[in-house]
């Protein structure tokens, strides 16, 4: 039941038992007023007759009563008896329109003429209904001569007690009309409209719209009511803004994390370099240019020597590169072959592969495509892949780097090791920051979600499959230069 109804039936209830109990009451009040009026008119016209009788009685005429009660009876539309009693209770006078009419007690006459007081009574002959006064007669002023009876019928206040219900229930029924309506209309200004205004604003909030408002129409409860909700929905509002500004600040909080990560892995990089590479070179370096300081300038060795310090500066340049990706910046998507771009990073992860004791296999077709992408952000995250993949694989195991065209529009680069897989409920939750999907993983699980950040950012996503026999995969879709989806 709604709240409309309710308020309705709240206050239309006690309204109808209020007008229900007036009505009655006015019902009977008036029923006892329509009877009071009646009996006055009729002592009103019972006196009048009684002083007619007693100026005609005065001249000792009998038979002007006669034609006073035949004149009264023919033209008065409610006396239908008058009769004229002596002070024996012998008639003297009987003229009726009601044939059956048995008359008043013998005893209440008497009474009359005894105590000289008029008295009324009422009676039914058949369906009519009679209403008797008895009145004394003293023709000269002197004790009660006798006794005169005027009849009256009721036929008219019979049919105004029955029409007064109906009458009673239309003036009620237009007082209840008029109360509901002006109840109505003010239920409606003073209570259903805010309500309206509360509701439509709240569906908008629920909506996402915090920019809804009450108007205030009334300083009254609702009115007050209507301003406490506006400034609720303006703290909402600025608490969603100041949302998200953190929301922002959290975002950078994780691309500084994972930058931080990224810094992590080139360090792990340097620290391989400097381990396996860096001594033997300088040494390699020095001595080189020792040895060809002391030859002399034709010397068939200086080229030797000369060779040995370029294959060197050749190997300083090849860690500088594979550092380089490692540099943050803006993704500069652009036409990149696979083969030469990976190749740049391939020795040092063959050298990481060869101290982890797992085996690396390679396939990069050298007649791809161009792909469109960042070569750094992929070179990066190519190493990232193979590290993580490289470190989980036990020793003995493989990880594979392979490319392969698929359709038209796409080149599918994947990793593959054959390291423990992925747990069904963890796969979800893979390119998290910080999370550690497989027990054997070391470091804090960023390395992935640095991927696929970057990845993010040239519009690709980074996906993963893990089964207990094929080991775990994940693949790079990489638009080809110039496909269908350009």
Known sequence: MGLRLRLVLWLLVPALAVMATYAYLRLDEERAARQAEFTRRAEVASAGVRLATERVLADGVVADVDRLATDLVARHTDIVRVRLFDGSLRTLVDRSL???????????????????????????????ALYSTIVPVRPRAGPVGGALELVYLQGRLGRELRDLPGQVATE?????????????????????????????ATERIATGALDASVPVRRPDEFGRLAGSFNTMVGQLERARQEREVESERSADLS?????????????????????????????????AELGLQGLPANDRLREDFQVILAQTERIATTIRSTLDPFQPHQPNREPVRLAPTLETVLPLLRQFARSRSVALTVGLPADLPPVLVDAA????????????????????????????????????????????????????????????????????????AVSQDLMKQNGIDVRVESTSDAGTIFTVPLPVFGGEHE
């Open 98 to 128: 009601v044939a059956d009419d048995p008359g008043p007690p013998e005893a209440l006459v008497r009474q009359v003429l005894q105590s000289g007081q008029q008295e009324a009574s009422s009676r039914r002959v058949g369906r009519l």
């Open 172 to 200: 009620v029924g237009l007082v209840c009309l008029v109360l509901i309506g002006l109840g109505g209309f003010a239920l409606r200004r003073l209570v259903l409209r805010p309500l309206d205004d509360l509701t439509t």
């Open 255 to 287: 691309a500084q994390l994972l930058r931080t990560e990224s810094v992590a892995t080139a360090g792990r990089l340097c620290w391989g370099l400097a381990h396996e590479v860096g001594t033997p070179l300088n040494i390699i370096t020095g001595r």
């Open 377 to 448: 952000h992929l070179q990066h995250v190519v190493v990232n892949l193979m590290m993580s993949a490289i470190d989980l694989t036990p020793p003995g195991g493989r990880v594979t780097l392979q490319a392969e065209r698929r359709a038209k529009s796409t080149v599918l680069l994947s990793v593959t090791d054959t390291g423990p897989p992925i747990p069904a409920d963890m796969t979800g939750r893979v390119f998290t920051p910080f999370v550690s999907v497989r027990r054997s993983e070391r470091g804090p699980g960023l390395s992935v």
